[in-house]
């Protein structure tokens, strides 16, 4: 049986770049874990129509900020992943309260096999990305866990294939006939084909409340089932140095415009920044900045919390011929 390596309480932070994940008990203490399930209740839900979320309170995720940076510490003194700059923090549940892209209709909401799409098309780099994922509501521990496809069972099945899915993101996993393909929503079309069922080595860590996963950012995952009601905290950390190209936002897809559309609260601020700034390029460090500022002046309501689809759509477009 393959476990995750957590031997007499020494975690591995080489793992972060042998295996795309690692794993640490019980990181939070009980009245963290209820801090974090009060602000959860209050939360709003964004306006995301890709799936339901709900962003962690701004005080709520500096309380954690010192914590989670000493784990960032470690792997970066272990492993190649370099981040240091907290960007966001969401919870998770596997409740939708409406209906998305994911959730056809209000119910269970079950994350299928993928690497992360909104934040791959914000950050362009998933491999100094990390994903500090915890549950704070977890009624099971066998159930509603992340299920994960460890990157050395990966890389011994198809080497090949596991090195073009480093540093990247907004993937899709599916069965195709009697093998499964790895879909790009990105550019659109495939990257690879899988002769095999990814379940076949995939690996579930059993989580309790209040324990760690981190994942990297290019790992392949989906939710283990939506069969109890858990919520999970997950906090997203970039590199500030990053080189985001504002091409890397509009060229693509015709997936990825729908699902910016889906989730323009978060990318029409970004394209205002590289219009504000004449720029081709901006640091990951300058757009979270400015997209920090963005959500606080939406809290406080002087700024609409969305905006429209038509202009969005048109921005869309205009950002496309703007390359030609
Ligand atoms: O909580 C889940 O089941 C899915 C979470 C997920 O996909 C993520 O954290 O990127
Ligand atoms: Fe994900």
């Avoid at 069972?153 to 996993?173: C, N, T, Y």
């Avoid at 500030?240 to 060229?251: A, D, G, K, N, Y």
Wanted: aromatic content about 8%; charged content about 25%.
């Amino acid at each position: 049986m393959i476990t995750t390596c957590e031997v007499e309480n020494r975690t591995d932070y080489s793992e972060i770049d042998s295996r795309g994940f690692l794993l640490i008990r019980s990181f939070l203490n009980e009245d963290q874990i209820q801090r974090l399930q009060t602000d959860f209740e209050a939360a709003p839900l964004e306006v995301n129509a890709n799936y339901s979320v709900r962003r962690i309170s701004a005080a709520v995720q500096e309380t954690l900020q010192g914590q989670l940076d000493t784990v960032n510490q470690r792997i970066a003194a272990e492993s190649s992943v370099r981040v240091d700059l907290l960007n966001d923090g969401v919870y998770f549940a596997t409740y939708s309260e409406k209906s998305t892209l994911t959730s056809l209709r209000p119910g269970p909401q079950q994350f299928p096999w993928h690497q992360d799409h909104e934040t791959y098309w914000l950050w362009n780099d998933m491999r100094n990305y990390l994903n500090f994922y915890l549950p704070i509501v977890k009624p099971v521990v066998e159930k509603s866990n992340l299920t994960v496809v460890p990157f050395d069972r990966f890389e011994q099945r198809v080497p090949d294939l596991h090195r073009k899915m480093i540093g990247r993101g907004a993937s899709r996993v599916l069965p195709s006939g009697k093998s499964w393909i790895i879909k790009d929503d990105d550019q659109g079309g495939k990257i690879g084909r899988l002769p095999f069922d990814p379940s076949e080595i995939e690996e579930t860590p059993q989580l309790r409340a209040g324990d760690l996963l981190v994942l990297r950012g290019d790992i392949i995952h989906r939710t283990q089932d939506a069969s109890t009601r858990r919520v999970a905290a997950s906090f997203r950390y970039i590199n500030s140095e990053t080189i985001v190209p504002r091409t890397s936002l509009s060229r693509g897809s015709v997936a990825k415009a729908l699902m910016m559309l889906n989730a323009r609260y978060l990318f029409e601020p970004a394209f205002e920044l590289f219009d504000q700034s004449a720029a081709t390029e901006l640091t990951a460090g300058k757009l979270d900045a400015h997209l920090k500022r963005v959500m606080l002046e939406r809290r406080e309501g002087t700024q609409s919390a969305n905006s429209g689809r038509l202009a969005f759509l048109s921005r869309l477009l205009s950002e496309k011929l703007r390359r030609r």
